[in-house]
């Protein structure tokens, strides 16, 4: 009870911090709206050609964004962090009798309601521009993304409190999540690809997650591709809270 209690005293601060400035929220959802109003007319004529996608463009495009929203959006988390330890808030937290891993969580809080609603006005916005999709297969794939997003924004956490610079962190989240984005088939099937690209992506778990929500979307909730990229997103969320946690146990060293 004392460790739900701290974390939440920690979301509450970060919630209003986020409240006072809200365009944030509108800011995180700008990219993958883009991408849906711009790219999605563009695939219309060849989604047809995709394995599985059936005929509905934005039922295939929207589930990537999706993956892409929970990635992308909480990767970059950690970069208030580091203005939080510029400042010394960090530093004054480290000082209360507060649970490091409280200090990790309630922020994750933060990032993962902040998901929560960017997602439920994408999946809306897909909705509402022709996307046809399984309701209990939206909740799945929200869920699944979700964990996605907290994985993401833990490892964003550890990497600002190990860097403690954006001029480091920001190179090393653009190598990192480049080849995330083209090798996950977020925008296109990597099954378009040559042979040996394709066999290169089967390695990438984030192309498991991305294909386990486009699954789940249409209504396979219960296939083998859903388990697997569950599997997976349970695999990355633990990897993150524990690299997480650590980092933050490490500062009270």
Do not use: H
């Amino acid at each position: 009870m004392r460790f739900l209690r701290e974390s939440y005293i920690v979301f509450r601060r970060q919630l209003r911090m986020n409240l006072r400035n809200p365009a944030w929220v509108l800011i995180g959802i700008m990219q993958p709206v883009m991408y849906l109003v711009l790219f999605g007319p563009l695939l219309k004529p060849i989604v047809d050609q995709f394995p599985g996608a059936g005929d509905n463009a934005y039922t295939f495009l929207v589930p990537g964004l999706l993956v892409q929203l929970g990635m992308f959006g909480a990767m970059f988390a950690g970069f208030g962090l580091i203005g939080e330890w510029r400042e010394g808030v960090i530093e004054a937290e480290r000082v209360t009798p507060a649970s490091r891993t409280a200090l990790l969580f309630g922020r994750l809080l933060r990032d993962l309601l902040q998901l929560l609603v960017q997602g439920l006005i994408l999946v809306g916005l897909g909705f509402a521009m022709g996307m046809r999709g399984s309701i209990v297969g939206v909740v799945v794939g929200l869920v699944i993304t979700l964990m996605v997003g907290g994985a993401c924004a833990a490892a964003s956490n550890a990497l600002a409190l190990t860097t403690k610079s954006e001029d480091v962190m920001a190179p090393v989240l653009n190598m990192l999540l480049m080849p995330i984005l083209l090798l996950s088939g977020i925008l296109l099937p990597m099954t378009l690809g040559p042979a040996w690209l394709e066999r290169v992506s089967d390695f990438m778990p984030f192309r498991w997650i991305v294909d386990a929500v486009r699954s789940s979307f249409l209504g396979d909730v219960a296939s083998l591709t859903v388990v697997w990229g569950l599997l997976a997103a349970v695999v990355l969320s633990a990897l993150g809270a524990w690299w997480g946690t650590s980092v933050f146990r490490k500062e009270n060293a």
